[in-house]
């Protein structure tokens, strides 16, 4: 992340907001002080009579809350700089109110080695206006072949592991990765498809598919690789994440699963939990994503599932991909959709549709990931690092994909009407995105 000395000493004082911090429930009116890029005070008593020379900003009411973490992003550096770059990734994150990505390692070459770690690293120190953090390859070249030196990169630097768009076949080796990483105590982010199961498929198997004339993919290749891995778990103790699960069935199997104690999470992408197999309509590519869009009763079930806690964190799943990738036929068309700008504002419509309390809302995407990444951010405390959002609820827009900040533009949500979005964010205290300022330029 890029970082300015003028950051350090700065007195920077947020007033009259409405404070949220999802981890502890406080939602009150009030400021926070921000000194040495960390938060030094909050609460109602921060006026601007209280906070001698600082840097005022009047937060008009609006909500102000811990920054975003996404845990699931590809960013096409290094390798396919012409879908994205880490420089342009950060920010479109910034614009949407998020402070800090996880980078997939699907990238040419894979991170599945600590100089490309390293890379990662240095690379957004120099480019990203916001956190990065990579996660590495837990088989090497994601050929689910050999294990990766687990220990030496999580040494290095690597947040997490995982096996990227593609799921670990081999139960003996899963079972290996698992009780190895238990041993350093890393968590393992598994994407679930069964690949046989899914071979050729491209959408979700059902009623839609079979007017559509595409092969589709049944919701039992997810649950089966789910199943399998939780027994794994349980078998290894390991630290255990099914980075995107999308279909009710899985849900039941998660709340079976921490019902029975295991240390277990799950997360959905925010295109499952706003977007249904119906939205593909005339053979729409920009709705072609791995997992697949699955029923309205699937999204509604995931929706239930961020309500009642079961489902930990939400996702952008952000995905770019070329013109060349996605304007083929359906079924040819390379997966993916980029998120990570819209993924705050998308996940308003759960809020104003009164299917999701805000504080809940914003936990899936601050506090739990920050939990679950051992990350000091995500929250709105003393000594907390100022990687914070302003958030206006109400004001509505229409995306239009040429403004988004991401180089791709296969977005879903393409000329979708959309309410609430960040006003400001800021990193280390420092202002990164304004939308003021975007506006008037």
Known sequence: MQTSDDSNGRRTALLYARLIDPGTGLDETGGVLIEDRKI?????????????????????????????????????????????????????????????????????????DVALVDFIMRRARDTAQINVHPMAAMTKGLKSEEMAEIGLLRDAGAIAFTNGKTSLADAKMMRNVLAYAKDFGVLIIHHLEEPKLAENGVMNEGEVATRLGLPGIPREAETIMLERDLRLAELTRGRYHAGQISCRASLDIIRAAKERGLPITCGVSINHLTLNENDIGSYRTFFKMRPPLRSEDDRAAMVEGIASGDIDVIVSAHDPQDADGKRRPFAEAADGAIGVETLLSAALRLYHDGSVELCTLLRALTANPARLLGLPSGRLAKGAPADLVLIDLDTPFVVNPELLRTRSKNTPFDEARLQGRALMTLVAGRSVYNYAEQRSS
């Open 40 to 112: 030094v005070d909050l609460g109602p008593e921060i006026t601007a009579d209280s906070v001698g020379d600082a840097e005022l900003i009047d937060c008009a009411g609006h909500v102000l809350a811990p920054g975003l973490i996404d845990m699931l992003v590809f960013s096409g550096e290094p390798g396919h700089e012409h879908r994205e770059t880490l420089s342009t990734t950060s920010r479109a994150a910034s614009a949407g109110g998020v402070t800090t990505i996880i980078c997939m390692p699907n990238t040419e070459p894979v991170i599945d």
